[in-house]
């Protein structure tokens, strides 16, 4: 399993067309995928989950990849979460 | 057999089509007690299936139209279909309470719903509404219905419905759908306003026009005259494609004048600007041509919701219209609303006369709370363009000093908060009470600005409803009495270097507007759909003439008198 802090600096914050991005990349993975925001932990591949906690630009979450190919799954969604173009 | 049923004229222009009639699916989400769990999750499944097969097809309908953003919300929708913490807890409800698939999904998403209304966020209220949708299809499929949306057609149709949900309207494709009819509705609702925005002729309040019409039989939709003609012959058909032409050239001669100067033939300028409600109404706006927006009216804000929307809610709007309108100068009017309205979380009174009552300005200046939450809201976004505000119903200097001085109040509250707020903000009223165009020269030493709001100003003067027939008739913009009234707010305004506007419907009347001209009148304010008509119009007139005009309709003594001497005056293309 591996764990980073990341500062999401997608414009908009993780709404709309990114939160969708999002999920389903992670979804194109096999590892389970986590997402923390203050506290709160979610599921990567849940899209009602990463909507409902509403990531801001500028916010930082910690985000959990594991399994067999977690580390191309946390590179993969760190660029989702910190491409600058929307 | 041919049959005309009467509505409302919502949206101008004719069109001629196949109806597709929109039924509202009925769905049942009683909780039942199963005893086969496994096969009742497969059922779940089954349907869940069926589902992600409907939306895959829209999906890709949608995009090989080319519409990439409305191809994205059909995307949202598939991800919602296979979250695993939705399907996931629905299966485990369905094994552990042993209860129909129904109502174990229904539970999840309401659940769901909850959380999304309780983020502060239009764009989350929006995927709330997102959530409904699939969920209804996902319903109908375990009841074994299938939902026949509006995407299912390719050819050109007249939409048939009872009304138009916010979500079916934005689905809408000008290209596919070429008339709408509603059974129920006004000018006002939801579809009426995107109907009018998206061009598409419109009849709503018709009544029962989803159970008359038979599908695929042809339809004519007058949306001038308010009226949709059934199985018409073939010589009402040929009337009638005639009409349509001859609006589609009024139509395309008018666009051409976008971009010419609000001036008359000698020269004479003024603003012409736009009546607005809503967001989405923005891009009509635009596509007119308008100069900015003279009164943005905030009260669907507050219309049709359990509870008050929060600053920030009202932020994001005021944001997203000052943004989209550049630099063009956007006059936002403070809440106008009453006890006539719906509104469940003001806990208004009943009264006798909701028109002569606790409403507007009164009622924000009684419920301060309210006040200053859309005042802070407006200061906020007054720094992502060109903001203007004005106050409603303003009756007395008193009423005035109060709103203004809370306003100053909340601004120095926000900058102590080091919150950005513009500097340059007009603050301005609306005249309809008569009390305020008597008194002009008072309240022009103090407003930056006013804005006649004829409407009813013209009500208050004559003491008549204009909705109620048997009086309406006292409902008369172009009466002497009126042009004075006008008369004396435009030259009060203007001995304090201030200037007037008009919101009120008067403005766009072609009868009126010369007169208007020729009183001097700065700004006019008219719906979208009447600007460039109204441009039209006052580009054929010289002001001299005008002046000539009004100085004579002053000294007149009926509104048959001003209309004769304006229709027989030889400029005016009435």
């Not at chain 1, 500028?58 to 993969?76: F, K, N, P």
């Not at chain 2, 008018?254 to 004479?268: A, C, K, M, N, S």
Request: charged share 25%.
């Amino acid at each position: 399993m591996i764990t980073k802090t990341i500062v999401v600096t997608r414009k908009n914050g993780i709404h709309a067309r990114p939160a969708s991005q999002f999920v389903k990349v992670a979804t194109s993975f096999e590892s389970e995928v986590t997402v923390i925001k203050n506290g709160k932990s979610g599921n990567g591949k849940s899209i009602m989950g990463i909507m409902a906690m509403a990531i801001a630009s500028g916010e930082e979450i910690i985000l959990s990849t594991s399994g067999v190919d977690e580390e191309q799954a946390m590179e993969a969604l760190e660029n989702v979460l910190t491409e600058l173009e929307d | 057999m041919t049959k005309q049923l009467n509505g409302i004229a919502a949206s101008s222009g004719i069109a001629i089509g196949k109806a597709f009639i929109l039924q509202e699916p009925k769905l049942c989400i009683e909780e039942r007690k199963i005893d086969d769990v496994l096969s009742e999750i497969k059922r779940f499944e089954h349907a869940l299936e069926l589902t992600k097969q409907d939306l895959v097809m829209i999906r890709d309908s949608v995009k090989m139209k080319m519409d990439q953003e409305k191809a994205e919300i059909f995307e949202a929708h598939l991800l919602i279909l296979e979250d695993p913490e939705l399907v996931d807890k629905v299966k485990v409800t369905i094994e552990k309470e042993k209860i129909n698939a129904e109502s174990a999904w229904n539970t999840e998403v309401q659940t769901i719903i909850g959380i999304f209304g309780q983020i502060n966020d239009s764009y989350m209220k929006e995927r709330a509404a997102d959530i409904k949708d699939v969920s209804k299809r996902v319903l109908l499929h375990l009841s074994g219905q299938q939902w026949k949306s509006i995407d299912w057609t390719a050819e050109e149709v007249i939409l048939i419905a009872e009304d138009l949900s916010p979500s079916e309207t934005a689905q809408l494709d000008p290209g596919v759908v070429k008339g709408i009819v509603t059974d129920i509705g006004g000018r006002t609702s939801h579809s009426a306003i995107m109907a009018r925005t998206m061009q598409i002729p419109a009849v709503v309040g018709t009544k029962e026009s989803t159970q008359l019409v038979e599908p695929g039989t042809i339809v004519i939709v007058d949306g001038l005259e308010g009226n949709v003609i059934l199985n018409p012959s073939t010589e009402q058909i040929k009337t009638y494609e005639t009409k349509r032409c001859a609006h589609q050239k009024i139509q395309s001669e008018l666009t051409r004048i976008i971009g010419l100067p609000v001036q008359t033939e000698d020269g004479f300028r003024v603003e012409l600007v736009a009546n607005i409600g809503s967001l989405i109404e923005v891009e009509a706006v635009l596509q007119n041509d308008a100069m900015g927006i003279g009164l943005f009216r905030t009260e669907f804000l507050f219309m049709e919701r359990e509870q008050m929307p929060s600053e920030e809610e009202q932020f994001q709007v005021y944001q997203a219209v000052l943004t989209k309108m550049e630099q063009k100068p956007v006059i936002f009017r403070t809440l106008d609303i009453g006890g006539d309205k719906h509104l469940p979380y003001l806990e208004l009174p009943q009264e006798m006369n909701p028109f002569l009552g606790f409403r507007a300005i009164r009622l924000c200046l009684e419920r301060k709370d309210l006040f200053r939450t859309q005042l802070r809201a407006l200061l906020r976004a007054s720094v992502y363009g060109h903001l203007k505000i004005m106050f409603p119903m303003i009756a007395t200097l008193d009423e005035w000093h109060q709103a203004k001085n809370l306003l100053m109040e909340v601004k120095e509250e926000l900058l102590c908060e080091k919150v950005p707020v513009s500097h340059d903000i007009s603050v301005g009223m609306m005249v309809e009470i008569p009390s305020t165009a008597v008194m002009a020269e008072q309240f022009a030493k103090e407003v930056d600005f006013f804005s006649i709001g004829t409407n009813d100003l013209i009500q208050y003067t004559f003491a008549a409803d204009r909705m109620n027939e048997r009086v309406s008739y006292l409902y008369q913009p172009c009466h002497p009495t009126i042009l004075r009234l006008v008369k004396m707010v435009i030259d009060a305004a203007h001995k304090e270097g201030k200037w007037t506007g008009m919101c009120g419907e008067m403005a766009s009347d072609p009868i009126a507007i010369p007169l208007l001209i020729g009183l001097g009148l700065d700004e006019f304010s008219t719906n979208p759909q009447t600007i460039l008509q109204t441009k039209k119009i006052i580009r054929a007139l010289t002001r001299e003439e005008a002046q000539h005009l009004a100085e004579k309709a002053l000294s007149m003594a009926t509104s048959e008198q001003v209309e004769t001497l304006v229709k027989n005056s030889a400029r005016t293309p009435v």
